[in-house]
């Protein structure tokens, strides 16, 4: 970063898209001022080198730079996610010990400055709540701005540390798809090698104008869109609160030539660009992470976006492991989760670890230099998570054919065994989709007393569409879907629960299907 700040200081460093499109800039000489001043700050706040510092922001300007400040200063950078409420933040502010937490005055009607002087209270260790002010400027604090406010001193950064690569850069909580969150810590050393081996694989070089839709405070915005922006030296596009219209505008402005984000991210883009009738000249790649994607989607996005659009599989513990390589047999890019990053080698194991040949499905897991240190105060889930050779156990369902491209086919947890039938859950989703009716689908184990478990589809309706259970079966039949896979129950829903960074939530759904099933037994 210094090195873009001291050759290229006026070259433009991160545009922020913010409340009704308006966008707002900072060039690489402005940032490395700013962060200059996060960095002083925090000293001043008494933050050491290994210490967290906690940060609950949208994707701001501002938020790049107190990335950048603390880690300047050998500090840990501690993001935390926009929509996180007391009850997370309490959990995740006691179990890092954190005594710094920065925050907006308010975002989307959130009094967020309140709940943090609320959590102050409760949290022993929480010391410092540091209140951003509105429209902060980078090269001086805001008029009036109070001791707890933001805007220290622009000051040397005198007594921070020679860094090493081994010494921890991040600690992301995991969000929860599957339950309690669990902090990962990631090392420089990890972050910079996925970086390099991320840039390496879809040929990004400076030139490149990367958009991060995703939210900074997890890892598809934090490393896969800022980290390797700064280090490309290229511009970055953040967006503070998703909204499709102004983004596709965004992206057509500053000539946006790659982005990495969740699936439905994808879809609200192709449906802008199909209803404009425009495509977004400039962009060559679309990385969908976090589900799988649609294959109708994916078909679509390529035409809509005129840009390669295809799949990828990473975990905030081991980082990006495979994806489409851009300019491949498209089939291949939308049809699968892509091949091994190079450095990286996948296998599917049985339950015993014994490791499968091409096509079978089982257990995936990933052998990568790029490697969490471990889950944050929890040595016995660490040593659960990683295989005594080394592996990392994704917790997924996959095959892996004879040329090395891999397909996830569901979670572990989230298989659904009837009868001794295992369900292929994402083939049968994969299905559904392709419904006029259907925008979004899901499908969980709901309890049977008789088989175990059986399937019941949540499905989100097309606007204007409707669709009943025997429509749904009489469409499954049509498509030569073998009956014992068919979802034998329908909830429609008006959404379905996403964790932040575009995963449905299934556990919710699985408990929301339990718990009605045994209200409507007991009542009768």
């Given at each position: 970063?210094?090195?873009?700040?001291?050759?290229?200081?006026?070259?433009?460093?991160?545009?922020?898209?913010?409340?009704?499109?308006?966008?707002?800039?900072?060039?690489?000489?402005?940032?490395?001022q700013a962060a200059g001043r996060w960095a002083a700050q925090l000293l001043e706040l008494g933050v050491k080198a290994g210490e967290p510092v906690a940060y609950q922001l949208p994707n701001l300007l501002e938020f790049v730079a107190i990335s950048l400040g603390a880690?300047?200063?050998?500090?840990?950078?501690?993001?935390?996610?926009?929509?996180?409420?007391?009850?997370?933040?309490?959990?995740?502010?006691?179990?890092?010990?954190?005594?710094?937490?920065?925050?907006p005055r308010e975002f989307r009607g959130h009094d967020h400055a309140a709940m943090a002087q609320d959590l102050k209270t409760r949290v022993s260790s929480l010391e410092h709540v540091v209140v951003l002010p509105d429209h902060l400027a980078p090269n001086h604090a805001a008029p009036g701005a109070s001791s707890?406010?933001?805007?220290?001193?622009?000051?040397?950064?005198?007594?921070?540390?020679?860094?090493?690569?081994?010494?921890?850069?991040?600690?992301?909580?995991?969000?929860?798809?599957?339950?309690?969150?669990?902090?990962?810590?990631?090392?420089?050393?990890?972050?910079?090698?996925?970086?390099?081996?991320?840039?390496?694989?879809?040929?990004?070089?400076?030139?490149?104008?990367?958009?991060?839709?995703?939210?900074?405070?997890?890892?598809?915005?934090?490393?896969?869109?800022?980290?390797?922006?700064?280090?490309?030296?290229?511009?970055?596009?953040?967006?503070?609160?998703?909204?499709?219209?102004?983004?596709?505008?965004?992206?057509?402005?500053?000539?946006?030539?790659?982005?990495?984000?969740?699936?439905?991210?994808?879809?609200?883009?192709?449906?802008?660009?199909?209803?404009?009738?425009?495509?977004?000249?400039?962009?060559?790649?679309?990385?969908?992470?976090?589900?799988?994607?649609?294959?109708?989607?994916?078909?679509?996005?390529?035409?809509?976006?005129?840009?390669?659009?295809?799949?990828?599989?990473?975990?905030?513990?081991?980082?990006?492991?495979?994806?489409?390589?851009?300019?491949?047999?498209?089939?291949?890019?939308?049809?699968?989760?892509?091949?091994?990053?190079?450095?990286?080698?996948?296998?599917?194991?049985?339950?015993?670890?014994?490791?499968?040949?091409?096509?079978?499905?089982?257990?995936?897991?990933?052998?990568?230099?790029?490697?969490?240190?471990?889950?944050?105060?929890?040595?016995?889930?660490?040593?659960?998570?990683?295989?005594?050779?080394?592996?990392?156990?994704?917790?997924?369902?996959?095959?892996?054919?004879?040329?090395?491209?891999?397909?996830?086919?569901?979670?572990?947890?989230?298989?659904?065994?009837?009868?001794?039938?295992?369900?292929?859950?994402?083939?049968?989703?994969?299905?559904?989709?392709?419904?006029?009716?259907?925008?979004?689908?899901?499908?969980?184990?709901?309890?049977?007393?008789?088989?175990?478990?059986?399937?019941?589809?949540?499905?989100?309706?097309?606007?204007?569409?409707?669709?009943?259970?025997?429509?749904?079966?009489?469409?499954?039949?049509?498509?030569?879907?073998?009956?014992?896979?068919?979802?034998?129950?329908?909830?429609?829903?008006?959404?379905?629960?996403?964790?932040?960074?575009?995963?449905?939530?299934?556990?919710?759904?699985?408990?929301?299907?339990?718990?009605?099933?045994?209200?409507?037994?007991?009542?009768?």
């Amino acid at each position: 970063m210094g090195q873009h700040a001291r050759e290229r200081p006026d070259d433009r460093a991160v545009v922020e898209v913010g409340e009704g499109g308006a966008l707002k800039a900072w060039s690489f000489g402005e940032l490395d001022q700013a962060a200059g001043r996060w960095a002083a700050q925090l000293l001043e706040l008494g933050v050491k080198a290994g210490e967290p510092v906690a940060y609950q922001l949208p994707n701001l300007l501002e938020f790049v730079a107190i990335s950048l400040g603390a880690l300047r200063i050998g500090a840990i950078c501690e993001p935390l996610m926009p929509i996180f409420r007391e009850r997370e933040l309490e959990f995740m502010l006691r179990a890092s010990d954190t005594r710094v937490l920065i925050v907006p005055r308010e975002f989307r009607g959130h009094d967020h400055a309140a709940m943090a002087q609320d959590l102050k209270t409760r949290v022993s260790s929480l010391e410092h709540v540091v209140v951003l002010p509105d429209h902060l400027a980078p090269n001086h604090a805001a008029p009036g701005a109070s001791s707890s406010e933001a805007g220290g001193r622009v000051g040397p950064t005198a007594g921070a540390p020679a860094l090493s690569p081994e010494v921890s850069a991040q600690l992301l909580f995991t969000s929860g798809s599957t339950g309690e969150p669990k902090g990962v810590l990631q090392t420089h050393r990890s972050l910079n090698q996925a970086a390099r081996m991320h840039i390496r694989h879809f040929g990004l070089t400076a030139d490149d104008v990367i958009y991060v839709p995703s939210p900074l405070a997890h890892q598809t915005g934090f490393l896969y869109g800022m980290w390797i922006a700064l280090m490309l030296g290229a511009p970055q596009v953040v967006q503070t609160a998703w909204d499709p219209e102004a983004g596709f505008d965004a992206m057509q402005a500053t000539g946006v030539t790659f982005v990495q984000a969740a699936t439905p991210f994808l879809g609200d883009l192709v449906r802008v660009a199909s209803e404009r009738g425009e495509t977004l000249d400039a962009l060559k790649s679309f990385v969908a992470t976090g589900t799988a994607i649609p294959r109708e989607l994916a078909r679509t996005g390529r035409t809509a976006l005129g840009a390669d659009v295809g799949g990828a599989f990473g975990t905030t513990e081991s980082c990006l492991g495979a994806a489409f390589v851009p300019g491949e047999n498209p089939d291949r890019a939308w049809s699968t989760d892509g091949r091994a990053l190079e450095g990286i080698t996948l296998r599917i194991v049985d339950d015993a670890g014994n490791e499968l040949p091409p096509g079978e499905e089982g257990n995936f897991e990933v052998l990568t230099p790029t490697m969490f240190e471990g889950y944050l105060n929890r040595p016995e889930l660490t040593g659960a998570a990683v295989t005594a050779d080394g592996y990392y156990r994704t917790g997924d369902l996959a095959r892996i054919d004879a040329d090395g491209y891999l397909k996830i086919t569901g979670r572990v947890k989230d298989v659904i065994n009837r009868g001794g039938e295992k369900v292929p859950v994402v083939e049968v989703e994969q299905v559904l989709y392709t419904h006029p009716a259907v925008r979004e689908v899901a499908i969980v184990a709901m309890p049977d007393a008789r088989l175990g478990e059986r399937a019941c589809a949540f499905v989100v309706l097309t606007p204007g569409e409707q669709l009943d259970f025997e429509k749904m079966q009489q469409y499954l039949d049509a498509q030569r879907v073998s009956k014992p896979y068919w979802p034998e129950r329908l909830e429609i829903v008006e959404q379905l629960p996403y964790t932040p960074s575009g995963k449905i939530q299934k556990f919710v759904l699985r408990d929301q299907i339990a718990a009605e099933m045994q209200r409507k037994a007991i009542s009768r």
